[in-house]
Structure formats: C-alpha cells, structure tokens
C-alpha cells in the first residue's frame, strides 16, 4: 500500500479532459428604435450627413408606406396637436445622420444626442410644426432659418440586454 501510494504522489492521477462544449449559437442580440424630441438652442453643434438607408430600414419603410396608405400621410407634424412620435418617412427617402457632436457644443452640453442618431423631423421655419427630414439641405435649411430652439425629432436603435430579453419571454 505505501508502495502504492509513493506511486501515486509520484504520478498524480490527471482527472479525464473534459469535453470542450459544443459550438453554441447565440442568436442576434435584439434592436428596438426609439424616438423622441430634443430641444436644441443654436447653434446646434452637430455635423449631420446623409445615407442611403439601411437594407433592413428601406423593408421597413416599405411596410411603413403600405400601412400609411390606409391613413393620411404624415408629411407635417404640429408638437401640439398630433404626435410627431407617429410621423412616417416616406419610401426612399434619405437617411440624415448624426455624424458627431461638437465638444463644447449645446447639443454635447446637453447630451441627449449620440453619432448615428437618425433624425426624422426639426422644427419648421416658425410655428410648431415638425417638418419631415427628407434631405440634407432642406433639414439645414430649417434649422438655419428657425427663430428660437430647434426640436428634433430622432429615432435612434438600442440593442435590448440580454437580461431584458429573458424577462419579457
């Protein structure tokens, strides 16, 4: 037995490999777009561009368009009569981007914007209304033009956590 136990410390016995797991396939994490207003003073302190859409944003469009043809389009929106959350972008219209946000700048101070920020809206030359930002010279041009703050209407796509995930199954 002493014989036995000397050949043992000697030579440990190495406990058996385990199998290495097999290749487990998370799935795509989740995306929600959001969207809501900002109120801005100018300057905005923003650099926008312009994008074509997405594939997956162009298929939603198009199923956007198909269900806005069974109300009146949302072409205008007022901040205090209709919900701007609800505007409609037209198929095929270009994505406006937010590129990067100005150190220093009212929008950085402020911090609700982020790069790649979609906005949807900004405010109309006077009044409430929202007009739709369907190019990036027209959405300059409103926001340049506009007396006092400039709202704007953003969506933006958050990846839901995983913890969040599982607790909504």
Do not use: C, Y
């Not at 016995?13 to 487990?24: I, M, Y």
């Not at 030359?125 to 041009?141: F, H, M, Q």
């Amino acid at each position: 037995q002493q014989q036995q136990q000397q050949q043992q410390e000697q030579h440990p016995r190495v406990a058996p490999a385990k199998k290495p797991p097999r290749d487990v396939v998370e799935p795509p994490p989740l995306r929600r777009k959001i969207r809501f207003i900002v109120e801005l003073p100018r300057p905005l302190g923003v650099v926008l561009v312009e994008r074509d859409p997405h594939p997956e944003d162009a298929m939603e469009a198009a199923a956007a368009a198909a269900a806005a043809l069974a109300a009146p389009p949302a072409t205008e929106a007022s901040i205090g009569r209709a919900d701007p959350l609800a505007m409609v972008m037209p198929p095929g219209a270009m994505a406006i981007v937010v590129e990067e946000i100005d150190a220093g700048g009212n929008a950085d101070r402020q911090g609700a914007l982020r790069p790649g920020d979609r906005i949807l809206a900004t405010s109309a030359v006077w009044g409430n209304d929202l007009w739709p930002a369907k190019n990036l010279e027209r959405t300059l041009t409103a926001m340049r033009n506009r007396v006092g703050e400039v709202a704007l209407l953003v969506e933006r796509e958050e990846i839901v956590p995983r913890q969040q995930q599982q607790q909504q199954q």
